[in-house]
């Protein structure tokens, strides 16, 4: 089954990607369009993967460009994220735009294919006053089967 990796190029993203190709599924890996042509940690995938996925260089904040991307896929695995704690404290936009409408971008563009079946990755922290580091970290893994509401004959 196609799968769309989001965030491919990232570390969880590439090793999942690999994971999948191993275990023979057909892989589009979403990595964030950049004009370095680098496909960050995927430059660096093992040898037995290499050139077994396709690539698609997009941005999860444009839904024209996720929808493009979902098209063909059953499934969509979302890593793609802003993760940098310090950065979003002067730029909290960039994340709302990422880590909110992009996340918003992929559900409904798995809600418009004919699987829906959508799993994002989230983490979740919380910082304590005073404290010199992270107290509590809990990751969450989300599995969500998207619903229409719209009525189609091809959908279940
Ligand atoms: N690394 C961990 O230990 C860990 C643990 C729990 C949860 N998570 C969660 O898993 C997810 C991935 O984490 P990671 O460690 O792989 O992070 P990462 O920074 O290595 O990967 C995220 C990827 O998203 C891509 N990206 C960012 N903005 C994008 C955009 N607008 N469009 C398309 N791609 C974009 C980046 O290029 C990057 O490669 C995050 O949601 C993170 O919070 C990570």
Same mark, same amino acid.
């Given at each position: 089954m196609k799968i769309?990796?989001?965030?491919?190029?990232?570390?969880?993203?590439?090793?999942?990607?690999?994971?999948l190709v191993?275990?023979g599924h057909d892989v589009r890996?979403?990595?964030?369009?950049?004009?370095?042509? #680098?496909?960050?940690?995927?430059? #660096?995938?093992?040898?037995?993967?290499? $050139?077994k996925f396709d690539?698609?260089? $997009?941005?999860?904040?444009?839904? /024209?460009?996720?929808?493009?991307?979902?098209?063909g896929c059953?499934?969509?695995?979302?890593?793609?994220?802003?993760?940098?704690?310090?950065?979003?404290?002067?730029?909290?936009?960039?994340?709302?735009?990422? /880590?909110?409408?992009?996340?918003? /971008?992929?559900?409904?563009?798995?809600?418009?294919?004919?699987?829906?079946?959508?799993?994002?990755?989230?983490?979740?922290?919380?910082?304590?006053? $005073?404290?010199?580091?992270?107290?509590?970290?809990?990751?969450?893994?989300? #599995?969500?089967?998207?619903?229409?509401?719209?009525?189609?004959?091809?959908?279940?």
């Open positions: 769309l990796v989001t965030g491919a190029d990232g570390f969880i993203g590439s090793h999942l990607t690999e994971a191993r275990a890996a979403l990595v964030l369009y950049n004009s370095f042509n #680098s496909y960050g940690w995927l430059d #660096s995938c093992d040898e037995d993967v290499k $050139g690539v698609f260089a $997009g941005d999860v904040r444009d839904p /024209n460009g996720v929808r493009t991307a979902m098209q059953k499934a969509v695995l979302h890593l793609a994220a802003l993760i940098a704690i310090p950065y979003s404290y002067h730029s909290p936009d960039t994340y709302v735009d990422t /880590n909110i409408k992009g996340t918003l /971008n992929v559900l409904q563009a798995a809600r418009r294919s004919t699987e829906r079946h959508a799993l994002c990755r989230s983490l979740r922290t919380t910082h304590f006053r $005073g404290s010199r580091r992270i107290q509590r970290l809990r990751s969450r893994l989300i #599995s969500l089967r998207c619903r229409s509401t719209a009525p189609s004959a091809h959908r279940s």
